[in-house]
């Protein structure tokens, strides 16, 4: 049995994403159930909850960057930290913690969208593939909230330096300003071609931050 800490739930078509760290490793890892499928919405694990479970390789694990997927079985709540701890335990894990411009994450594989639009979406393709898809980051600037609609929907993103857009897929209360310094919450979004592309693509997306 392990004991991990939640650091992040996300938002999903189906079900629910959630990120963890194994403590005695530093490992990052997403929550599976026990038959390698994606979590349901009401799924209980929240930000900062420490859980003790077995963690497994999923069946169905999917390819890189991808590689954090992980089955769990017989999950016991155990604890829930304050902010300060969840923090304090995120910069003593191994997990990949970036200072510094956008363009540094994920080993520098992401690339800029194409279009009319001033600012916009960051990605990975296939030619360069990184061997992670979370991290956390510190930026240099601050994210300045947006609100778009789309097919009738409102969609949150932030925008970096004024030229990229993030899409925000966490659950906490969007601020208005994400301000430089903050720690913050990346993740790649499965691949996924789009109608006006002739590629796979991975975007990237904010998941959260921890003031």
């Not at 994920?106 to 916009?120: E, H, I, R, T, Y």
Request: aromatic fraction near 10%; proline fraction near 4%; charged fraction near 25%.
């Amino acid at each position: 049995m392990d004991t991990v800490l939640i650091v992040s739930r996300t938002k999903m078509k189906e079900g629910v994403c959630v990120d963890a760290i194994i403590e005695t490793t530093g490992e990052s890892i997403r929550l599976h159930d026990e038959r390698g499928a994606n979590l349901a919405k009401d799924a209980e694990y929240q930000i900062g909850q420490e859980w003790e479970m077995d963690v497994q390789k999923p069946w169905n694990s999917r390819p890189e960057p991808h590689l954090e997927d992980r089955q769990i079985r017989s999950p016991k709540y155990v604890n829930t930290v304050d902010m300060a701890m969840l923090v304090s335990s995120i910069k003593k894990s191994k997990c990949n913690i970036i200072h510094g411009g956008v363009q540094k994450l994920f080993d520098g594989a992401l690339v800029s969208g194409c279009g009319s639009s001033k600012q916009q979406p960051m990605y990975i393709n296939e030619k360069n593939v990184p061997n992670h898809s979370v991290a956390f980051w510190i930026a240099d600037k601050d994210l300045v909230m947006k609100v778009s609609t789309f097919n009738g929907q409102k969609k949150v993103y932030y925008v970096y330096d004024n030229t990229f857009k993030i899409s925000y897929v966490g659950f906490q209360s969007a601020l208005t300003i994400i301000p430089q310094g903050t720690m913050i919450r990346m993740s790649l979004a499965s691949w996924w071609k789009p109608d006006d592309a002739s590629e796979k693509r991975c975007y990237l997306q904010l998941s959260g931050w921890y003031l």
